[in-house]
């Protein structure tokens, strides 16, 4: 199915109709002082100090409330510690209703997403105490006043983000906040519009995550995939089965050959309008659910919540939504190979020989390792593309969860160079993410006695092999894979990730693709 961009109205697929929209608040920057903005809430940002904070416009802004800044500073022991906050009520028919303090912590422990999480703080304090509209003051990062609102903007917005798509009535009814500006920051009109490009693109992804396995089908993540391409003018190509009979993806396929739902084979791809300063391919793995396939998942081992596996395409759609908003002078070819890992008189036998894409062949010695059989035959695609770098994201391995925890992503290369773009990429957005070896002596465990390699190894060093097992699949172009099973989901709330589905990878990738490397 060839797809191009048309006038065609949107196929309504990501379920976000009732789902609460960041994006319709209004964010703006602009030069207005702290001392004559007027509104619901006032939150002003302080480093970790000893003593008297108050400095300059600050000591005006007590004077003008009548000392109110002192006393709730002295009351609730607030010293600008990271996460800390503090709120009053500002007396009857002041021109501002409530004040919040919070804190950065030590100026010499900042980075850039210490505003991100600020802001989320802020939010949802305002959110809290009912303000329609919030004064932000913070100070500016590193004398890039672009960056500080990119930050704050795309904090409060993830922070918000609310999930009623599957309640019958939404649990909180409230209006929430309308308007937000920050203060002192000029006007950064680009720098919001794109901290709002990024956040539809994050919003996506954890839209597609936390929707359950009976909503997100390989089906669904198709028409997801043509509701971008029309509504952002990407080029779609969808593989049914049969045309990935004819490519030879015979991993793939033996993955999805249980399933009742059809293999989707996803390729978008985004061209700029010049000529293209780097061809790149980002690959995301693209199970809707796993099961485990007839070495099934059992009881304790999370199988309820495989609705996860897709985590990978998710961030890679919604990365696709960004870049396509942004338009950097970079071609873009976002793929994902999707199916479901099911249960079937027509399933795979653990034992079975798989031939992939590239001709070799895969004993499936454990038919839980699906993702990398379905990683294969897209990284033998995407390096047929004859781009400069492949990355991919899978929730691949329980293994790197045990190795790195929920909060880090693993990394492997067999490319320094992306490799170390991929992490600094990492560390402005404030993912975590951490570079793990490509321990080759490993792969004696992966060896068949009858096949080329078998899909599974021993349990020790699981996140590595299953690295080793994808590297076989790219043969010269340099290629990353970000194992995110930990990262992709959070229990609890974190910083700016609401408890759920985080989109995680989203602006990794994004700022990768925009990092300016030739
Ligand atoms: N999708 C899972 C990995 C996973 C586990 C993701 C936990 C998120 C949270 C993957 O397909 C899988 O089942 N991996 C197996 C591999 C094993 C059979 C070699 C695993 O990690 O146990
Ligand atoms: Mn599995
Ligand atoms: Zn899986």
Redesign the pocket.
């Known amino acids: 199915m060839e797809i191009q961009a048309t006038d065609t109205p949107l196929l309504n697929v990501s379920p976000s109709v009732r789902s609460f929209n960041p994006q319709l608040m209004e964010i703006t920057a602009t030069d207005t002082p702290v001392l004559s903005w007027t509104g619901d809430g006032l939150a002003i940002g302080f480093f970790e100090f000893e003593d008297a904070p108050l400095t300059g416009e600050l000591t005006q802004l007590n004077e003008k409330f009548a000392g109110i800044l002192d006393e709730l500073i002295v009351e609730t022991e607030f010293k600008g510690s990271e996460g800390s906050s503090a709120v009053t009520r500002v007396g009857g028919g002041s021109p501002v209703r409530k004040i919040f303090l919070v804190g950065l912590g030590k100026p010499d422990t900042i980075k850039l997403d210490t505003w991100r999480r600020a802001a989320a703080v802020v939010a949802r304090l305002a959110k809290k105490e009912k303000c329609k509209t919030l004064g932000i003051s913070l100070p500016t990062w590193n004398n890039d006043p672009d960056a500080t609102a990119t930050a704050i903007a795309e904090g409060a917005q993830l922070a918000l983000f609310q999930d009623n798509r599957f309640k019958s009535e939404p649990e909180d009814k409230s209006s929430g906040i309308e308007q937000v500006e920050l203060l002192g920051l000029g006007n950064q009109e680009q720098g919001i519009a794109k901290a709002k490009q990024i956040a539809s693109g994050v919003i996506l992804a954890r839209e597609l995550v936390a929707a359950p396995p009976n909503w997100v089908t390989p089906i669904t993540m198709a028409e997801t995939a043509i509701a971008i391409a029309s509504e952002h003018g990407l080029q779609l190509k969808i593989l049914e089965r049969e045309e990935c009979e004819q490519l030879g993806m015979g991993a793939f396929l033996g993955v999805a050959q249980a399933s009742d739902l059809p293999p989707k084979f996803i390729h978008l791809t985004y061209t700029p309008e010049g000529t293209a300063r780097r061809k790149l391919a980002i690959i995301g793995k693209g ?1 809707t659910f ?4 007839l ?1 099934v ?1 059992g009881a304790g081992s999370g199988i309820e919540t ?1 609705k996860i ?1 897709m985590g990978g395409a998710a961030a890679t759609l919604g990365a696709a939504k960004a870049i396509a908003q942004i338009k950097p002078d970079v071609e873009v070819h976002f793929i994902s190979a999707v199916t479901e ?1 099911m249960i079937s008189g027509r399933a795979m036998h653990p034992g079975d020989i798989l031939t992939a894409s590239n001709g070799k062949t895969i004993e499936v010695n ?6 990398r059989l379905t990683l294969a035959d897209a990284l033998v695609f995407a390096e047929k593309l004859g781009v400069d770098a492949i990355v991919d994201l899978a929730t691949l391995t329980g293994a790197c969860v045990i190795a790195l925890g929920d909060d880090i992503a693993g990394l492997w290369s067999n490319d320094d160079a992306v490799a170390n773009q991929l992490v600094q990429a990492a560390e402005r957005v404030g993912e975590k993410i951490w570079r793990m070896p490509m321990e080759e002596k490993y792969f004696d465990g992966l060896k068949s006695p009858i096949a080329d390699m078998k899909n599974t190894g021993p349990r020790p060093g699981g996140s590595i092999t299953a690295a080793l097992f994808l590297k076989e699949f790219v043969k010269e172009t340099p290629w990353a894979h970000i194992d995110i099973a930990g990262p992709v989901w959070t229990d609890k709330e974190n910083g700016y990730n609401p408890a759920g589905a985080t989109g995680y990878g989203v602006r990794t990738l994004v700022n990768w693709v925009m990092s300016e490397i030739s």
């Open positions: 199970l796993d099961s485990g396939g070495n998942k495989m596996d890992n454990n038919t839980d390792a699906e993702g």
